[in-house]
T-cell receptor, first 114, second 115 residues
Framework: NAGVTQTPKFRILKIGQSMTLQCTQDMNHNYMYWYRQDPGMGLKLIYYSVGAGITDKGEVPNGYNVSRSTTEDFPLRLELAAPSQTSVYFC?????????????FGNGTRLTVT | GENVEQHPSTLSVQEGDSAVIKCTYSDSASNYFPWYKQELGKRPQLIIDIRSNVGEKKDQRIAVTLNKTAKHFSLHITETQPEDSAVYFCAAPNAGGTSYGKLTFGQGTILTVHP
């Protein structure tokens, strides 16, 4: 049982490039989330999904897109990368809404945009 | 939406001392309050949580207290050890609107326990 797996661990992008952060979980959780963590700023919700085929915006969705074609996978797409997107990105999942059950986080992806 | 304020931002204690971190929240309808610990370079992990039908919950050296009237909750760590050094985050759910149920996190507290 690997839990939540994120790839890559590190990535450097040039301004204007695009990339996809991969996230997969093997716990059969319906709920999945993407957070970004900036120094001293806690965790901000980017997008979330309550099940396959359903996604919704979180607190800071601009510049990002997601899809949820299967229960296991929840990739995060960055189009036209900007320096403001330099951050650590965490994917998480939960068996129920985060209102009722704990979040299981992946190990994170450290992204630098220069 | 929910607004969560966490204090202090940094906390330094001697091994064996107690540490207390406090969070305030804005939405009186919120009823679930988790605490996450994040060691350097690692993922956040849930260490304890409390629901609004209780005022206190303990798990060995860790306890969380909740004051619904004042809308604040606190993490208490007793007999601190160097391995308690980490960043601690509190969180509270949005109780209404389009972000219903989603957690809002505090800014984090960097706890350093000196041997």
């Amino acid at each position: 049982n690997a839990g939540v797996t994120q790839t890559p661990k590190f990535r450097i992008l040039k301004i204007g490039q695009s990339m996809t952060l991969q996230c997969t979980q093997d716990m059969n959780h319906n709920y999945m989330y993407w957070y970004r963590q900036d120094p001293g700023m806690g965790l901000k919700l980017i997008y979330y999904s309550v099940g396959a085929g359903i996604t919704d915006k979180g607190e800071v969705p601009n510049g990002y897109n997601v899809s949820r074609s299967t229960t296991e996978d929840f990739p995060l797409r960055l189009e036209l990368a900007a320096p403001s997107q330099t951050s650590v990105y965490f994917c998480a999942s939960s068996s129920q809404s985060s209102y009722n059950s704990p979040l299981h986080f992946g190990n994170g992806t450290r992204l630098t945009v220069t | 939406g929910e607004n969560v304020e966490q204090h202090p931002s940094t906390l330094s204690v001697q091994e064996g001392d107690s540490a207390v971190i406090k969070c305030t929240y804005s939405d009186s309808a919120s009823n679930y309050f988790p605490w996450y610990k994040q060691e350097l370079g690692k993922r956040p992990q849930l260490i304890i949580d409390i629901r609004s039908n209780v005022g206190e919950k303990k798990d060995q050296r860790i306890a969380v207290t909740l004051n619904k009237t004042a809308k604040h909750f606190s993490l208490h760590i007793t007999e601190t050890q160097p391995e308690d050094s980490a960043v601690y985050f509190c969180a509270a759910p949005n109780a209404g609107g389009t972000s219903y149920g989603k957690l809002t996190f505090g800014q984090g507290t960097i706890l350093t326990v000196h041997p």
